[in-house]
């Protein structure tokens, strides 16, 4: 099974900060890796498929980037509704694995 | 507009069995691949089965392999998990999640319901 990792596990920030979270896979993925956010008490919303493919209707301030086993999820400018708990996830073979989440809160 | 709503969960005792559905609307639900993915209080997103759009082929996460079973009805557009052996640890909330691609048995998920709680308890 392919092992994914995140870092930091939670992170301070204030409201413009540009934020980065970092992602690894145990084996190479190509750029099959997808980014996930969630609020409290809510479900999943996509953010990002193919490593740095937005999906319909997220804003541009959300980019990914890499390939292979390290990928990056940045915020450019963080805002009040981007508080939450941020997920990657490998779909490059099953079965399908998660990292264990970033928490960004209120600095 | 695409929706996903779950339903049917509730509490068991370990040991029992529960049947969950998802409802589709707003796209042509056998075009495309389905996601079970639990989780469970205060913890992080478990993927749980997979099943292709025409339903011949499946996948299963270790820890519910033999217990579960995905299925689904493409005439009712409706994907199942049948659970039974439940244990405490598979206490958690169940999201089922739409493939972003057609016809792609591994593709990213655009879409998720709403979540549907499963407890099992004595």
């Known amino acids: 099974d392919i092992q994914m990792t995140q870092s930091p596990s939670s992170l301070s920030a204030s409201v413009g900060d540009r934020v980065t979270i970092t992602c690894r896979a145990s084996q190479g993925i190509s750029n099959y890796l997808a980014w996930f956010q969630q609020k409290p008490g809510k479900a999943p919303k996509s953010l990002i498929y193919a490593a740095s493919s937005l999906q319909s209707g997220v804003p541009s301030k959300f980019s990914g980037s890499g390939s292979g086993t390290d990928f990056t999820l940045t915020i450019s400018s963080l805002q009040p509704e981007d508080f939450a708990t941020y997920y990657c996830?490998?779909?490059?073979?099953?079965?399908?694995?998660f990292g264990p989440g970033t928490k960004v809160d209120i600095k | 507009e695409v929706q996903l709503l779950e339903s049917g969960g509730g509490l068991v005792q370990p040991g029992g069995s529960l049947r969950l559905s998802c409802a589709a609307s707003g796209f042509t639900f056998s075009s495309y691949a389905m996601s079970w993915v639990r989780q469970a209080p205060g913890k992080g997103l478990e993927w749980v089965s997979a099943?292709?759009?025409?339903?011949?082929?499946?996948y299963y996460a270790d820890s519910v392999k033999g217990r579960f079973t995905i299925s689904r009805d493409n005439s009712k557009n409706t994907l199942y998990l049948q659970m039974n052996s439940l244990r405490a640890e598979d206490t958690a909330v169940y999201y089922c999640?739409?493939?972003?691609?057609?016809?792609?048995?591994?593709?990213?998920?655009?879409?998720w319901g709403q979540g549907t709680m499963v407890t099992v308890s004595s």
């Open positions: 999640a739409k493939a972003l691609l057609w016809f792609r048995e591994l593709s990213p998920f655009d879409i």
């Open positions: 996830q490998q779909y490059n073979s099953y079965p399908l694995t």
């Open positions: 099943i292709s759009g025409s339903g011949g082929s499946t």
